[in-house]
């Protein structure tokens, strides 16, 4: 069963009651504030409402947290990397008490969005508006380029965090496509990984929009992005997964989400040099800089399986046990706490 909540109006509070035989979308309980798992039957009508009272109750006196992001429309939501990293930041929030719903560019200075405690801003490209009412919380995962001093100091907290994973969807599993080398991102200028390898006899498979415009590139193109809830599958399947970034990023150490989530579902990883990403993941993630050395890594990890295999196993350890959204979330509720108690 899958219903839009959405529909329903971002100021109300949205309760589903789930009954023995319910086969909800997990998508869908994503928009609910509250879920309700129990048998109505096994109850008589006063003590199912005090059960809902006592929910209701707990979701006001719970500190509510709101996640921007910059797209503009849910259908095109899930087109965007940010709002799948703020679903599974919203995830990890409310398992650890804080109802949480994510908040479009468009929401952001809605009276909805005013009743949050807490505003924590997944920044890309846009700055936000706060409210001295809230905590307001900014967590850089893109685009340090446009950082600026200004833009720390109309925030109450600012995180220096590195992204990070959910295990629950990125974890190994069978079923994904194998390939020698799996890329994906969509398309744009800046992006030579792909032309660096062309043309190659190597079972290359591209996913993302826009490369069905390039016609060197259309025989290794398979589609569109692949779903994020099979993207651990086919990390999992691929003998490399080819990792690139933003030049900013990638100088300022920057590590895209698909490293970690590449990493979690058990994948070896081939990245482009970014700052900090020996260290971070212990040499466990190979790097290139250039066309020849790009080539040589691919020659050399696709001729050594276990080396790949070594690699991949060290580099989801660390993941799995630094690089979690459970573990971000308790850095920012324990950063959110300190700054509340301050006089």
Avoid at 24 to 45: H, K, R, T, Y
Avoid at 242 to 261: E, K, T, Y
Wanted: negative net charge; charged residues 25%; hydrophobic residues 45%.
């Amino acid at each position: 069963m899958r219903w839009d909540l959405r529909g329903l109006g971002a100021g109300t509070i949205r309760v589903v009651w789930l009954s023995p035989g319910d086969h909800w979308d997990p998508a869908s309980l994503d928009e609910a504030d509250i879920v309700l798992a129990m048998d109505p039957d096994g109850l008589d009508g006063p003590a199912a409402v005090d059960a809902l009272r006592r929910a209701i109750h707990g979701w006001l006196a719970a500190r509510r947290v709101g996640i921007r992001i910059g797209a503009s429309n849910w259908p095109n939501a899930p087109r965007w990397g940010d709002f799948h990293f703020a679903r599974a930041l919203q995830r990890a929030l409310q398992e650890a008490g804080h109802p949480t719903r994510i908040r479009l560019l468009r929401d952001w200075d809605s009276p909805a969005a005013a009743r949050d405690d807490v505003t924590i801003h997944l920044f890309g490209k846009v700055g936000a508006r706060n409210r001295p009412s809230q905590i307001n919380v900014l967590w850089q995962i893109s685009h340090p380029d446009l950082a600026s001093a200004a833009l720390y100091r109309s925030y109450d907290l600012v995180e220096p965090l590195l992204q990070a994973t959910d295990p629950d969807r990125f974890r190994p599993g069978p079923g994904g496509p194998a390939h020698d080398l799996l890329y994906v991102a969509n398309h744009r200028a800046d992006r030579p990984v792909v032309t660096w390898l062309l043309p190659t006899d190597l079972d290359l498979a591209v996913y993302g929009q826009g490369w069905e415009a390039e016609p060197a590139v259309t025989p290794y193109w398979r589609g569109g992005p692949i779903p994020n809830e099979e993207l651990g599958r086919a990390y999992a399947a691929a003998a490399i997964v080819l990792n690139d970034s933003w030049a900013d990023m990638r100088d300022q150490g920057f590590i895209p989400n698909r490293v970690f989530d590449a990493l979690a579902a058990g994948g070896f990883v081939l990245s482009d040099s970014i700052a900090g990403l020996a260290d971070t993941f212990e040499g466990a993630v190979p790097t290139y800089h250039d066309a020849a050395s790009l080539r040589a890594a691919i020659d050399g990890f696709l001729a050594d399986p276990d080396a790949r295999t070594a690699h991949a196993t060290r580099g989801q350890r660390i993941v799995l046990s630094d690089h979690t959204f459970t573990r971000r979330v308790a850095t920012i509720l324990a950063a959110i706490d300190d700054l509340a108690r301050r006089p």
